[in-house]
């Protein structure tokens, strides 16, 4: 499924600039993330690359062309479910760049003690991302009513996804 | 069902003291909230005190007898949708403040222009809780399982529980 050109490792400083055009590329369509679409580049410097934060970049070449985040998703008591957010950069579909992240992500979680996975807003109607994570082995295991603002469809459900690891 | 001596209102910065007993108090229990029952004030007054969270206190007289925080659940695109957590002092449950509180909170959120309310993280076993909650319109939407690594019961699961305001 993926492209064996793709190689993923842990983000730097340097990645920042790439990083940044992807994030911002990606929410400002207001269609997958809850991050305001106008979020500012610090805000989303702080958000992606913040302390406690694990910020990863998917490359080919000299290209950065996905980035994803691994965090604890609570504190303390909870602190054994990771959480994760993926961006690939658009022109990038297809490619298997989405999986190659997921599955990156599932073995760096589990090498860091975590024992399982929960993505707390997947817009529902973002099909791709839904079939990912099935295929992934992740189950809804929740649904917020009309969590998400979209910017096309407006009020749309969030699901609540989770995987053991 | 509340107290009529109960009255509730905006924490202030001298409220912090007897809010940080409360909130030690409950947390250092480990069998209701997902923080570390080791935080340390600093930490407990960023997350309950800290920037975007509204912080009430439930006061007897003098006593302030419980704390609750409301703040968006996401930003930007499901700002829509508030959070809460709420903490009443060991040693005054049965008086109707966990259920006062819950009252003000959803008038708040509602005057605040939030369209629902979410909780991300109740502990399954914490019977009290849950029955407030469902009493005060708010059903399970999800589960966890084994969100929460429980002082006594080892990891049990975390309920999301919603209501429309």
């Known amino acids: 499924m993926s492209d064996a050109g793709i190689l993923i490792r842990p983000a730097t400083d340097g990645d920042w600039p790439a990083i940044w055009s992807i994030f911002h590329a990606v929410v400002s369509r207001g269609d997958t993330y809850t991050y305001a679409p106008d979020s500012s580049e610090a805000d989303a410097r702080r958000l992606w690359m913040g302390p406690g934060v694990s910020t990863f970049v998917a490359v080919d070449g000299a290209d950065v062309v996905g980035t994803y985040v691994l965090k604890p998703n609570q504190p303390g008591l909870g602190a054994h479910v990771a959480n994760a957010g993926y961006m690939v950069r658009p022109g990038a579909f297809g490619r298997g760049i989405g999986w190659a992240m997921g599955v990156h992500s599932l073995d760096a ?39 998400f603002r979209h910017a096309v469809h407006g009020y749309v459900d969030l699901y609540v996804m989770h995987r053991f690891l």
């Open 109 to 147: 979680a589990r090498s860091a003690g975590f024992r399982a996975m929960q993505f707390n807003a997947v817009v529902s109607t973002n099909d791709r991302a839904v079939a990912l994570w099935r295929r992934l082995g992740f189950v809804v295991v929740g649904t917020i009513p009309a969590g």
